[in-house]
């Protein structure tokens, strides 16, 4: 028996959902759906074995939820098209054991279930191309880690240019840039401190921030 919760504004989905698994339940594996609703904290209270969360309708709050809910140790499968793919591989960094796309089937759905309730990842092809397609290393061009290089060692933005012999305009693009790239995979570096730390963590600088 796997318990779920599903979290959705969505009656009608939430209803399919369930009606489908119990219209194919099967001796190998049964569910009960404890919870269904948008209330983050009632699902909570359910204390279910696997979360099933929206992430079309609620867009980035959906993301969001499912984050929170992995970061505290829940079991949580994200379910329908995310509207962001760099914040999908955030979400299974932070621990989601999964997404699967609205035109799954109630086997694509049983066998997520079964992974999910195990604490396992499930692999779906989306799940494949968002892995293959967002690593969690930008690609930076020289000029930009040059222009990191010096900004986060702690340089500031006019010492940065000339070092480089560039304009403040332009070093300020660079870092714009750099901070871009971060976010497509899923890394924010808004500050000089956060750039330093996700610098370091790639190897772009070393040793202490001046």
């Known amino acids: 028996m796997i318990r779920l919760a599903i979290l959705d504004d969505r009656t009608l989905l939430r209803s399919g ?11 190998s594996l049964t569910t009960q759906v404890v919870y269904a609703g948008p209330e983050c904290g009632s699902a909570r209270l359910a204390n279910p074995d696997v979360f099933i969360v929206a992430v079309d309708s609620a867009g980035i709050a959906g993301e969001r939820m499912a984050v929170d809910l992995a970061r505290e140790g829940r079991r949580v499968l994200m379910f329908g098209t995310p509207l962001d ?10 621990g ?13 759905l049983r ?3 079964v992974d999910a309730s195990a604490g396992t990842f499930h692999v779906t092809p989306l799940v494949a191309g968002i892995l293959a397609n967002f690593s969690r290393t930008p690609d930076l061009s020289p000029r930009e880690r040059e222009t990191l290089l010096l900004y986060a060692g ?3 933005l006019a010492a940065v240019a000339g070092r480089l012999g560039i304009s403040p305009h332009t070093a300020k693009e660079y870092l714009d840039r750099v901070r871009e790239k971060y976010a497509q995979v899923g890394r924010q570096a808004r500050t000089r401190t956060e750039l330093f730390i996700e610098a370091q963590r790639d190897g772009f600088v070393e040793g202490p921030q001046v």
Do not use: I, N, W
């Not at 959902?17 to 001796?27: P, Y």
């Not at 793919?85 to 932070?94: P, T, Y």
């Not at 054991?97 to 109630?106: E, F, K, N, Q």
């Open 111 to 113: 066998a997520a279930l």
């Open 85 to 94: 793919l760099a914040r999908a591989r955030m979400s299974f960094d932070a």
């Open 96 to 108: 989601v054991l999964g997404l699967l796309p609205a035109p799954s089937t109630v086997e694509d």
């Open 154 to 156: 702690g340089l500031k």
């Open 17 to 27: 959902l369930a009606l489908l698994l119990e219209q194919h339940a099967s001796g």
